[in-house]
């Protein structure tokens, strides 16, 4: 990639649409954190748990995810956490933001759930030059039932959270499991997303879109199993949230330059990159776009359509999404 294309990536305008907040948490803050509210960690040094940023498949992953979230405890940690990676994203020319929160990991400890969400909308509202909203995301491992009593928890801060997202291990745990909470979800007004087509099949993708009728595809890399499903994506014009780094480091793609975010691309479909969780897949937005636009033979027209997709996928109203579209224009005529 010449310095050029590079210079242009970086510095382009952008939203995040794929970013679970726990997931941003660095080992340093992590131990910050743990010294802050006396908790013990399993690891000696900051060094030690980086060095355990080693994962074989996405179960790996979670394992230390959730042990890292167990620092999370007061409404200041969840405001430091996402505080810092706001001020991260701004750094990368994002200029809007779609958080992912997993209330579960925390609630389980009993972390009260006004704490989790007031912490973290607190910091969107405070942050400068960027906007941000929240996703509140079942854990798919856990029971339908679990999903039901975590929204009845949530939904007395129902202003300040836009949407409902399905994450976690994706194997054995197909869309279907929470079809009832996610019809209660739709009769609330709030927007559907959910992880599919990452770990799990294509079909995962097809039941995401029939019977949660969710508005985005989180991952979705593996549509293109299936020439009638990726059609269909296509004409539909379905957002795809990859992240890329994300999917070398947990083995969906043995190196970036087998990435098919190129095919997606040339196959019509609404691709956007994102971090997912930047502090254990080796990077936020720009380097997600450095190491794709590195291996893979993408120009300066696919980083504008990746900028542009972005905005066009996200949840805001129209005039809103005029006004980054027209900034995203001049920024292009300007480079």
């Keep these: 990639?010449?310095?050029?294309?590079?210079?242009?990536?970086?510095?382009?305008?952008?939203?995040?649409?794929?970013?679970?907040?726990?997931?941003?948490?660095?080992?340093?803050?992590?131990?910050?954190?743990?010294?802050?509210?006396?908790?013990?960690?399993?690891?000696?040094?900051?060094?030690?748990?980086?060095?355990?940023?080693?994962?074989?498949?996405?179960?790996?992953?979670?394992?230390?995810?959730?042990?890292?979230?167990?620092?999370?405890?007061?409404?200041?940690?969840?405001?430091?956490?996402?505080?810092?990676?706001?001020?991260?994203?701004?750094?990368?020319?994002?200029?809007?933001?779609?958080?992912?929160?997993?209330?579960?990991?925390?609630?389980?400890?009993?972390?009260?759930?006004?704490?989790?969400?007031?912490?973290?909308?607190?910091?969107?509202?405070?942050?400068?030059?960027?906007?941000?909203?929240?996703?509140?995301?079942?854990?798919?491992?856990?029971?339908?039932?679990?999903?039901?009593?975590?929204?009845?928890?949530?939904?007395?801060?129902?202003?300040?959270?836009?949407?409902?997202?399905?994450?976690?291990?994706?194997?054995?745990?197909?869309?279907?499991?929470?079809?009832?909470?996610f019809a209660r979800c739709k009769e609330l007004g709030l927007h559907l997303v959910a992880h599919a087509g990452e770990e799990g099949p294509p079909a995962y993708i097809t039941t995401a879109l029939d019977l949660l009728q969710v508005e985005r595809i989180d991952h979705g890399v593996r549509c293109l199993e299936d020439a009638a499903l990726t059609e269909r994506l296509a004409h539909e014009k379905m957002p795809l949230t990859v992240c890329p780094l994300s999917n070398i480091k947990l083995r969906v793609f043995d190196k970036m330059s087998e990435h098919n975010l190129l095919h997606l691309l040339d196959a019509g479909l609404v691709v956007t990159i994102n971090s997912d969780d930047p502090a254990y897949f080796g990077g936020y937005m720009n380097d997600n776009f450095v190491a794709t636009f590195d291996a893979l033979p993408l120009t300066r027209e696919h980083a504008k359509q990746l900028a542009k997709n972005s905005f066009d996928a996200a949840f805001l109203d129209s005039a809103t999404k005029e006004k980054y579209l027209d900034e995203l224009d001049a920024y292009f005529a300007a480079h």
Excluded: W
């Design 1 to 181: 990639m010449d310095a050029n294309l590079a210079h242009i990536i970086k510095s382009m305008p952008k939203a995040e649409l794929h970013m679970h907040i726990e997931g941003s948490l660095e080992p340093e803050l992590i131990f910050a954190l743990a010294e802050r509210n006396k908790v013990s960690l399993a690891y000696d040094s900051v060094e030690a748990l980086r060095a355990a940023y080693a994962f074989t498949d996405l179960q790996s992953f979670l394992d230390i995810y959730y042990a890292g979230a167990s620092v999370l405890l007061t409404e200041q940690d969840f405001y430091d956490m996402t505080a810092a990676y706001l001020a991260r994203a701004k750094a990368d020319h994002v200029r809007h933001t779609e958080l992912f929160f997993d209330p579960q990991t925390h609630t389980a400890r009993g972390v009260p759930m006004a704490t989790v969400i007031n912490g973290i909308h607190r910091a969107c509202q405070e942050a400068e030059g960027i906007s941000a909203t929240l996703i509140l995301c079942f854990l798919r491992h856990l029971s339908e039932e679990d999903a039901f009593a975590t929204l009845e928890q949530a939904l007395p801060l129902r202003d300040k959270f836009i949407g409902i997202g399905l994450d976690s291990s994706e194997r054995g745990h197909p869309p279907e499991k929470f079809a009832r909470v």
